[in-house]
């Protein structure tokens, strides 16, 4: 466990830290406001990190340095700062174990034995229960940020009141670095990384992923951040920058482990769980407004709910995906709708990212990945991809421009458990058209299997889109928070779908 004194001394350095900040600051005449600018920081970060309640990086460092002629005042007291988080690391155990056994070193490699070990098993308790601990955790949050029947948080500035057809929907683009305050590399995210050596931990949540539990598909691909998201007029605009797949996966699988940790704990011999409280969670705590884009960088998945129209019933069907925790890095383990994917460029290439910006081109690859079986756009190639020539997807266009297909947003929310943000979508296309373009989907692709019955419920296309199937899987069935989203939007929205 953290010694006090440990706990004490970082505190006051991080205290003292804020202090000289200030002074530095007020001495070069600049607001918190403009610091913040010239190092790429809001304003509230530099206003917590001077009153000491706030960490901060060593790029924080050196660019506050810079911006001030600190002449090292700073990097000074920051060392100090790493020093006491270097004793305080060393002291905590993964799980509250104590110091390291001294003395013999097959003790020493037992102990990082047992520390990975128990790492791995809190972990597959997180894969294996991700829907249950995801409404434990939206039980931390007030009603009013949850979406009705479902473990998905939202601000109500960004659910639109009607569906937004993707065309009306126009992206801008940031240049430049983002501020983001939390990175997983916090004391308080520590507390749930694994022992790498007697002496030291993973720096980071997917470090301890790649070496302990890896799945099939991990790589850090550069991916899209939302910055800002309006809805106004029957329009939307949204605003990316660039960032990396692991910048999302760093703070959000550490946010999943630390509360899945927390009910193990609190986990009664008869099998109830006590309700997990915010002081079980530090690094949750830590975050403060889950909804601040310049605080959490918000680097979404685009989640589809596919619904095959039957315009003469008037009825509609559907399909789930069972997502197999062995096979990919989040939402393993649950059934959610299909496609869903990242928002992210198709390779690594500068042109892919000015290629792949777009919505609809990012679920059409993924319509084809999971319901074609066609490979995954691993970022292999060296040239764009040529949609306007791909078949599959002029296929589609084609049924958009005739109205046969309709491509929406519903909006964009976090998982309660990992705080991973989704934008919502849904495709409703005529069964008739379905069937051609797609033909026969595959039963199981890279990321888990297509399920088209429930209950051996089953319509010419898929589970049927009926109030009892939407309420048994809002409630009974273990449901991604995105997908349980989609369903329960496209539920209040059916009429206006269904007639698009």
């Known amino acids: 466990m953290v010694g006090r004194a440990d706990e004490g001394s970082l505190a006051r ?8 900040l200030r002074r530095l600051r007020e001495a070069a005449g600049m607001t918190q406001k403009a610091l913040g600018r010239r190092v790429s920081y ?5 206003t917590q990190v001077e009153s000491g309640r706030q960490n901060f990086s060593r790029q924080f460092v050196e660019q506050v340095e810079a911006a001030l002629d600190a002449q090292g005042k700073l990097f000074a007291i920051y060392e100090q ?9 060393r002291s905590a155990g993964p799980l509250h174990h104590g110091s390291l056994p001294a003395g013999k070193v097959e003790d020493v490699d037992q102990a990082v034995a047992a520390s990975q070990q128990e790492w791995r098993s809190v972990r597959r308790h997180l894969n294996g229960h991700r829907a249950e601990l995801a409404r434990v955790a939206a039980e931390l949050y007030p009603p009013e940020l949850r979406l ?55 720096d980071r949540y997917t470090s301890a992923v790649r070496y302990l539990d890896s799945p099939t598909l991990f790589e850090n691909r550069p991916s899209y951040r939302l910055l800002d998201v309006d809805w106004s007029d029957d329009m939307g605009r949204m605003s990316f920058g660039l960032a990396a797949y692991f910048d999302k996966l760093d703070v959000s699988e550490a946010l999943g482990h630390e509360l899945a940790e927390a009910q193990l704990r609190l986990t009664e011999k008869d099998g109830r769980v006590r309700e997990v409280g915010w002081k079980r969670v530090p690094f949750r705590r830590i975050i403060g407004d889950s909804f601040d884009m310049e605080h959490l960088p918000v680097i979404p998945a685009v989640t589809t709910l596919t619904l095959c129209r039957d315009r003469a019933a008037g009825t509609a069907a559907f399909l789930l995906h069972w ?13 959610d709708v299909i496609p869903a994917g990242e928002f992210q460029p198709s390779s690594v290439a500068p042109w892919d990212q000015v290629n792949d910006f777009d919505l609809w081109r990012n679920i059409v690859r993924e319509f084809s990945e999971e319901l074609l079986g066609t490979p995954e756009h691993d970022g292999s190639r060296s040239t764009p991809i040529d949609y306007d020539s791909w078949p599959f997807y002029r296929s589609l266009e084609r049924a958009r421009a005739t109205g046969q297909l309709g491509a929406f947003c519903l909006g964009v929310g ?10 919502l979508t849904v495709v409703v296309i005529d069964d008739d058209v379905f069937e051609k373009v797609f033909g026969e989907i595959v039963r199981a692709n890279a990321e888990g299997i297509t399920v088209t019955t429930l209950d051996g419920q089953r319509s010419a296309s898929g589970i049927p889109f009926t109030e009892y199937n939407v309420r048994r899987l809002l409630t009974s069935e273990p449901m991604a928070s995105p997908g349980a989203a989609c369903i329960a939007l496209a539920w209040r929205h059916r009429e206006a779908l269904l007639r698009a």
Do not use: C, M
Not at 150 to 165: C, F, K, S
Not at 414 to 423: C, G, N, R, S
């Open 148 to 202: 009705e029947g479902t473990p998905l948080l939202v601000r109500p500035e960004w659910i639109p009141a009607q569906p937004v057809d993707l065309a009306d929907i126009k992206l801008g683009w940031v240049e430049g670095r983002q501020p983001q305050s939390v990175d997983g590399t916090e004391p308080e995210a520590a507390r749930v990384l694994p022992l790498r050596t007697a002496d030291y931990r993973y």
């Open 323 to 335: 997502r197999n925790p062995e096979f990919v890095a989040t939402a393993g383990g649950v059934y």
């Open 414 to 423: 976090l998982d309660a458990l990992t705080l991973a943000a989704t934008i």
């Open 13 to 20: 350095l991080k205290a003292e830290f804020g202090r000289e």
């Open 81 to 89: 700062i790493e020093a006491a988080r270097g004793r305080q690391l």
């Open 42 to 46: 809001h304003r509230v970060s530099v």
